[in-house]
C-alpha cells in the first residue's frame, strides 16, 4: 500500500538555525499538503503543492514537491521560538483515493 | 462559523464500555475524517466519507464504526473499548473539488480506556 515517510523524526535546533524536514512516498501522489501541530493543539493546513517541481514560500517557510511528484521538503530559515511543533506532510495518489499522513517532524528549539 | 467541533474534549472508559465520540461541521464540506493520534506519534486514518451515505475504512478500523446520516455529522463510535484504544482522536473536514483540498481539523477528544 501506499506509504509516506518523514524524516528526521526529531530535531533540535539553536534559535535562528534553519530546519529541513522531508517527506517521501511510496507512489506518485496528486498532490502534498503540509501541517503544523503545536504541543497540545490540533494540525493546521499550511499549504498544498500540486504541481510537479513546484516551490511556494510563506515568509520563512519554504515548501517544494518534487519533480516526480513523489518527494517534498518543508525549509524554515532562521527558526523562531514560534516554530516549535510537529511539522506532518499529507498526500493522495487520487482523489479517489486515501489521504496518508506521514509520521511527523517535530521540532524543538533552544532559545 | 464554528468549523470542526468535536465532543467531549475528555473521557475515560472501562473496558468493554461503548461511546461515540460527535463529531460536526458548517462549512459544508464533503469529506469528513476521523484520525487517531498516539502519544509522540503521527496521524492514523480510521475512517473517512466523501459524503453524506458513504463510508470507507481507513487504516486502522479495527473496534471502530462511523455513520454519515448528513453532511454535518460524522460519529465515531466504540463498542468494546480496549486500552489499546487509548488515544487522542481527531475529526477533520475538507472540500476537495479542482485537486484543491484543505483539511481542518476539530480540537481532538482525548480518550483514556482502563
Known amino acids: 500500500g501506499q506509504q509516506v515517510m518523514q524524516i528526521p523524526q526529531y530535531q533540535h535546533v539553536q534559535e535562528g538555525e534553519d530546519f529541513t524536514t522531508y517527506c517521501n512516498s511510496s507512489?506518485?501522489?496528486?498532490?502534498i499538503q503540509w501541517y503544523k501541530q503545536r504541543p497540545g493543539g490540533h494540525p493546521v493546513f499550511l499549504i498544498q503543492?500540486?504541481?510537479?517541481?513546484e516551490v511556494k514560500k510563506q515568509k520563512r517557510l519554504t515548501f517544494q514537491f518534487g519533480e516526480a511528484k513523489k518527494n517534498s521538503s518543508l525549509h524554515i530559515t532562521a527558526t523562531q521560538t514560534t516554530d516549535v511543533g510537529t511539522y506532518f506532510c499529507?498526500?493522495?495518489?487520487?482523489?479517489?483515493?486515501?489521504?496518508?499522513f506521514g509520521s511527523g517532524t517535530r521540532l524543538s528549539i533552544r532559545p | 462559523n464554528a468549523g470542526v467541533t468535536q465532543t467531549p474534549k475528555f473521557r475515560i472508559l472501562k473496558i468493554g464500555q461503548s461511546m461515540t465520540l460527535q463529531c460536526a461541521q458548517d462549512?459544508?464540506?464533503?469529506?469528513m475524517y476521523w484520525y487517531r493520534q498516539d502519544p509522540g506519534m503521527g496521524l492514523k486514518l480510521i475512517y473517512y466519507?466523501?459524503?453524506?451515505?458513504?463510508?470507507d475504512k481507513g487504516e486502522v478500523p479495527n473496534g471502530y464504526n462511523v455513520s454519515r446520516s448528513t453532511t454535518e455529522d460524522f460519529p465515531l463510535r466504540l463498542e468494546l473499548a480496549a486500552p489499546s484504544q487509548t488515544s487522542v482522536y481527531f475529526c477533520?473536514?475538507?472540500?476537495?473539488?479542482?485537486?484543491?483540498?484543505?483539511?481542518?481539523f476539530g480540537p481532538g477528544t482525548r480518550l483514556l480506556v482502563l
Open positions: 477533520a473536514s475538507s472540500y476537495l473539488g479542482a485537486g484543491e483540498e484543505t483539511q481542518y
Open positions: 503543492l500540486v504541481k510537479s517541481g
Open positions: 499529507a498526500g493522495r495518489r487520487s482523489s479517489a483515493s486515501k489521504i496518508i
Open positions: 507512489t506518485t501522489l496528486s498532490n
Open positions: 466519507s466523501v459524503g453524506a451515505g458513504i463510508t
Open positions: 462549512m459544508n464540506h464533503n469529506y
